[in-house]
């Protein structure tokens, strides 16, 4: 029964700033890993940022320096603050969540939001 829904997705000129949330409910265990990845058209999916269950979090290099994510423990949520925004972060945006620690990477997330799409553009 976990749930996780995305928002914030939008259209932006390259330079610009935008945030992201994934509000996630459901889960049983009393820690849980997160993410968010993306996913633009003829591209393998990428991980973008993740937080274990202890706080620690890890960034894409593709990213690294320019988003930033953190969860808000008290509401459940997840954020996603993307600056310096470029063509190249054009994709669909999931959260996903796996209870417990982190999972294997061959193994992958156990659940996943819908997406919300974020366009860099002139």
């Known amino acids: 029964h976990v749930h996780l829904v995305e928002s914030g997705g939008g259209s932006v000129q390259p330079g610009g700033s935008l945030t992201l949330a994934c509000k996630y409910s459901?889960?049983?265990?009393?820690?849980?890993?997160v993410a968010w990845f993306r996913q633009a058209p003829g591209n393998k999916r990428e991980e973008v940022a993740k937080?274990?269950?202890?706080?620690?979090?890890t960034y894409g290099r593709s990213v690294k320096g320019r988003f930033t994510a953190s969860k808000d423990n008290a509401k459940d949520i997840l954020t996603l603050r993307m600056t310096s925004l470029m063509a190249e972060d054009t994709a669909m945006y999931y959260c996903a969540l796996e209870e417990g620690g982190c999972p294997d990477p061959i193994v992958g997330f156990g659940y996943w939001g819908q997406g919300t799409q974020v366009t860099v553009s002139s």
């Open positions: 459901g889960y049983t265990y009393s820690g849980v890993c």
């Open positions: 937080i274990d269950k202890d706080g620690t979090t």
